[in-house]
């Protein structure tokens, strides 16, 4: 790992004075179990390290009836799981934690960290690039290996998918991710935090380089039904090979509206409004979950060798529907 | 003459009892010291600059600026300009600094530059291979008539089958510490498999005295095969050493380094035909295989495995390519044989609608001398697992997308001991102490070596000082082949035996007997005829007067003590996910036999390790190549996946003892429960989901591959 300059500040104010106004120059530093491997793999190397972790007002996990609950951006994956308005209320916020399934990962790492972790595409992290081109400007990812690459929205540069494991479940509940910066302090829905960057350099999110989460909030849900299922071929920590998150707003057992957003099949999370449309008026059964599935994939165009990623997808939904209407635990 | 033989059962105070391995509670407690903890006063940390290329020509390197960075102790160009190299990762230069991160920095500023070659690094492409001038013709064999005999046959059944490229991932890489002292002495700490062979190999292109080059290891975190050598990296640590100055340098690999460069186990693919009658019985068998184990080629896995059909056909290309050589992996060649034949058997079953245990039963004798041992251990399995209950013929018919399924396989292997030597001395003062230039893999050979140590003595095991893990005790052989057992069992046995007849000597007229009269049992030096005459072991001891005895023990010796041979049957029972292809394991059950077992706890715990490593191998290992870069894309834990606690599912260990078995002498374990973990989940998968997934690992996409294009020869491998 390169030398690097280390800040521990207290307040969010401290902390946006000493990120620089470049990417690159300098990194936030929270639970660090993407950001250090980053580091050590020379794939970033900050010259300033801002550590997060002493800004008190970044902690904890509230929750109050009539504005639904507010993350914190320091709060851990741990955090998450030992909440029991989390469990009882945001299911599918609670599965999606449980299925990062590495002790360590839960402990240290955090929510805004999981939504800011760096993709996990294997030439990215071999250091050929977020885009990982070839000296002819080909990309590798699309001419190479890309059996865990974007079956959606991959028509180029980025192949990568979107990494984190609790965005699904946010967008679909509505989320607004709470930033702080120079100019004070922004929100943003969830839906529309992620971008997908068309030069080397950008970010897969809507930060400034000297921009912070502070928060997440999510509001109340109130009684709607939802519910995360993810593929993952081990019970050790695992990447997801595709999920699904889904909200829904029923009347009695009739869907009245519902928010369907897959994971880990674009290099955003992937809302399809035509699952939702789908879902209008129906009562969710296991030819409509099928439907479902299978309209939310539709437009997926997979690559030469991810192809068994659209069945994944298609059952993720499936499942999160199915799972959502029985409201029972997994 | 003392007599070489292991005690009768009824007088066995220890072997083949179930005994706790004595060096857990140091392990467990982070007590125990492996290479990668040791620091030396003064160290330095020395880094590899690796090729980035698969294949490439060094034009030129420029190390000045390296040279000059405060905290670099030593620059060594391992390759220098105008040299070929040959796959990614190969050592290009190597450089010691005061601490990592100064020696990362230096690497940084070495300017190299490269001619780039065309590369070749997948390993199952035979055509491309030819066109490169890579693959080589490496067996071609016909035995009886396959011709005739696949023309006689009223079913045939044919398939594709294949494993992939795996590393070894020692959980801790590869690596020593080594320093001088003068021009011509040095002393290595190092992660090794072979203790007693290092000094040599590093030896000789050191050119110092083998005698100079004193070896240590206490524990290692891992070998299967991968650790025998001091590899390029170890020797050009010694000479960083020297250049600054015989300071320890210490070069322990990264865990990318790990995976890309420090072994693997060699790729077979093949497409297979098996002739047979209506009622089961096999004639023939013709098979096509290819395979890589990197640019050393790899070897040829035994074709068809153990069952001996008469009529064959068979050839074998190895496709040698731009990635490092392969290493020996727990049983060389035999686990791709397994698979490969355990897959077309049970294929042919299913296409004959037999069970596949009634089908492997009705050719047993086709695997000669074992065939009774693989009767009795199938009937065992069966048992085990519920084969009768839980079999159903191939794809579980059952409502909903979890499908189960059951395969069965079978193995063999030699595993006779090594040479061996030990030095048995009893100290007047009545300890005991047993030299070995031998080392624990973790598979218990220091709770082993202590059990026949004690045993032979009638003492406790506490009474025994071990020590092992040092060259400059008596040379032992290297831990690999299954070998290790049956040498560490009866150099000390021998030892022991002779220890005891010098002590006895002394002990005699204190007793008013012959030695040979005298028997050690319960911390007793007692007369056979007369057990009341006796001494305490102490005061049996102090007899000695001021001089220790020691004997020397060598395997091999007088006596039968090890053999080799063995056979053992394993099952499995998993549950597939037909909406998803993700594989469960519910259960494995391994029979093994291995002659007489000295403890049986830590062999049950051989036979775990081997199935749990086989999980790792059937359903999530794979050595991932880049076919542009030539890199390899995952040298890293994340997406080399190895099982987690969760993922192993429940597993059955049977290990064969008693009559028939023990009397054949202590054989080898290492080696045999890792052949067939692959080959009882692949079939059982097939059972499972009604189609046959060629290659592994058996990962989501490769199952639903498989499901959508029915299987055989039709889906990718």
């Not at chain 1, 990417?23 to 020379?42: S, Y």
């Not at chain 1, 996990?61 to 609950?69: E, R």
């Not at chain 1, 609790?166 to 922004?186: D, K, S, T």
């Not at chain 2, 067939?676 to 989501?700: D, F």
């Amino acid at each position: 790992m390169r030398a690097f300059e280390y800040a521990s500040p207290t307040t969010k104010e401290q902390v946006v004075s000493l990120l620089g106004s470049q990417w690159g120059e300098a990194e936030v530093l929270a639970g660090g179990t993407d950001l250090l491997a980053l580091m050590k793999d020379d794939i970033v190397h900050p010259k300033r390290l801002v550590n997060l972790k002493e800004v008190r007002e970044l902690r904890g996990i509230t929750y109050s009836p009539g504005q639904g609950l507010r993350i914190g951006a320091l709060a851990t994956i741990q955090d998450l799981l030992d909440s029991a308005v989390v469990a009882r209320s945001y299911r599918a916020l609670a599965q999606a934690a449980e299925g990062i399934t590495s002790p360590q990962i839960r402990n240290m790492g955090t929510v805004a960290g999981d939504l800011c972790q760096r993709p996990r595409c294997w030439y990215y992290r071999a250091g050929f690039g977020l885009f990982a081109k070839d000296e002819k400007g080909e990309s590798l990812v699309k001419n190479g290996d890309n059996r865990y690459h974007a079956i959606l929205g991959n028509s180029g540069p980025a192949y990568y998918v979107n990494p984190s494991s609790l965005a699904p479940a946010l967008v679909a509940m509505g989320a607004r991710v709470h930033v702080y910066g120079p100019q004070g302090a922004r929100e943003i829905p969830a839906g529309r935090f992620y971008l997908t960057p068309s030069a080397e350099g950008e970010r897969e999110y809507d930060l400034k380089p000297n921009e912070i989460v502070t928060a997440i909030s999510v509001p109340p849900l109130g009684g709607m039904k939802n519910s995360t299922y993810e593929v993952r071929q081990r019970e050790a920590l695992d990447w997801p090979l595709a999920a699904a998150s889904v909200v829904l707003r029923m009347s009695g057992n009739t869907v009245e509206s519902a928010r369907v957003v897959m994971g880990h099949v674009a290099p955003v999370p992937w809302r399809s409004t035509e699952a939702e449309q789908f879902l209008v008026g129906k009562s969710i059964n296991e030819e409509v979950a099928q439907g479902a599935g299978n309209v939310a994939v539709l437009q997926a165009k997979s690559l030469s060798r991810n192809a068994y990623k659209v069945q994944l997808a298609r059952t993720s939904v499936k499942r999160a529907l199915l799972d959502a209407a029985r409201g029972g635990g997994r | 003459m003392a007599e070489y033989k292991w005690p009768e059962a009824e007088k066995r105070t220890l072997i083949g009892k179930r005994v706790s391995r004595v060096d857990g509670p140091e392990k467990v407690s982070g007590k125990a010291k492996y290479t990668y903890d040791i620091k030396r006063p003064g160290m330095l940390y020395g880094k590899i600059l690796r090729s980035p290329h698969a294949h490439a020509k060094i034009v030129s390197i420029d190390s000045a600026e390296a040279e000059k960075m405060p905290g670099v102790r030593a620059v060594k160009v391992i390759q220098g300009p105008g040299t070929e190299i040959r796959w990614a990762g190969d050592e290009i230069l190597a450089v010691a600094a005061v601490d990592e991160p100064t020696a990362e920095d230096a690497l940084r500023a070495i300017k190299v530059t490269y001619e780039v070659l065309p590369h070749l690094v997948v390993d199952n492409d035979t055509k491309a291979a030819a066109e490169m001038q890579m693959a080589r013709q490496a067996a071609a064999e016909t035995k009886g008539e396959p011709d005739k005999a696949f023309a006689e046959s009223e079913v045939i059944s044919e398939g594709t089958y294949g494993m992939p490229v795996i590393t070894h991932c020692c959980l801790e890489p590869h690596g020593s510490i080594a320093e001088w002292e003068g021009e011509q002495n040095l002393t290595v700490h190092i992660s090794t498999q072979n203790v007693s062979g290092i000094a040599g190999e590093m030896a000789r292109p050191l050119e110092i005295p083998a005698g100079n080059v004193r070896v240590r290891m206490d524990h290692v975190g891992g070998g299967f095969g991968s650790k025998f050598g001091p590899d390029r990296w170890g020797i050009e640590g010694a000479r960083l050493s020297k250049l600054a100055g015989g300071k320890p340098v210490k070069i322990m690999l990264e865990r990318d380094a790990e995976l890309m460069v420090a072994g693997t186990r060699p790729s077979a693919y093949a497409r297979v035909k098996v002739g047979a009658k209506k009622d089961g019985t096999i004639l023939a068998w013709e098979s096509e295989s290819w395979g890589s184990g990197g640019i050393g080629g790899g070897g040829s896995p035994p074709l068809p495995y153990v069952f001996a059909i008469p009529n064959q056909k068979k050839q074998h290309t190895a496709i040698q390519n731009n990635v490092g050589s392969s290493r020996a992996w727990r049983a060389p060649n035999h686990p791709q044989g397994c698979l490969i034949t355990m897959g077309a058997l049970e294929d042919m079953a299913a296409q004959l609608g037999m069970d596949p245990l009634d089908f492997f039963l009705k050719n047993i004798d086709l695997t000669g001398q074992r065939a009774e041992i693989y009767r009795e251990e199938f009937n065992i399995a069966a048992d085990l697992i519920g084969w009768k209950k839980n079999w159903h013929p191939r794809g579980d018919k059952t409502a909903g997308p979890i499908k189960r399924g059951l395969g069965l396989s079978l193995h063999t292997w030699g595993g006779g001991g090594h040479a061996s030597d030990c030095d048995v001395t009893i100290h007047p003062d009545g300890s005991v102490e047993v030299k070995m230039g031998t080392q624990d893999l973790g598979t218990g050979t220091r709770t082993t070596i202590m059990m026949v140590a004690a045993e032979t003595f009638g003492l406790p095991m506490n009474s025994i000082n071990l020590l092992i893990g040092d060259n400059r005790y008596p040379t032992s052989g290297g831990s690999g082949g299954s070998t290790t057992i049956g040498g560490v069992s009866a150099s000390p046995r021998r030892g022991s035996v002779d220890a005891l007849d010098l002590l006895f000597a002394k002990v005699a007229p204190a007793l008013k007997a012959e030695p040979a009269d005298l028997e050690a049992v319960g911390g007793m030096i007692r007369v056979k005829s007369d057990p009341k005459r006796a001494l305490p072991w102490k005061q049996a001891c102090a007899k000695l007067g001021a001089m220790p005895v020691t004997a020397r023990g060598k395997n091999p010796g007088p006596g039968t003590l090890t053999s080799q041979g063995v056979g053992g049957v394993q099952m499995a029972d998993v549950s597939v996910d037909v909406e998803t292809g993700v594989v469960k394991v519910n259960k494995i059950v391994a029979v093994q036999d291995c002659g007489l077992i000295i403890d049986l706890k830590t062999a049950e715990s051989q036979v775990y390790g081997a199935l749990i490593m086989g999980v790792c191998s059937a359903l999530y290992e794979e050595r991932v190549m880049d076919a542009a870069t030539g890199r390899m894309l995952n040298p890293n834990m994340e997406f080399y996946k190895l099982a987690g606690i969760g993922d192993i599912g429940e597993l059955v260990v049977h290990m064969m003892t008693g009559k028939g078995y023990d009397e054949r002498g202590v054989i080898g374990l290492g080696e045999p429960p890792a052949i067939s973990p692959t080959a009882v989940l692949s079939n059982a998968v097939a059972n499972a989901i009604g189609v046959r997934v060629p290659s592994l690992p058996l990962t989501p996409d490769r199952v639903l591959d498989a499901l959508e294009k029915k299987g055989g020869n039709n889906a990718r491998i």
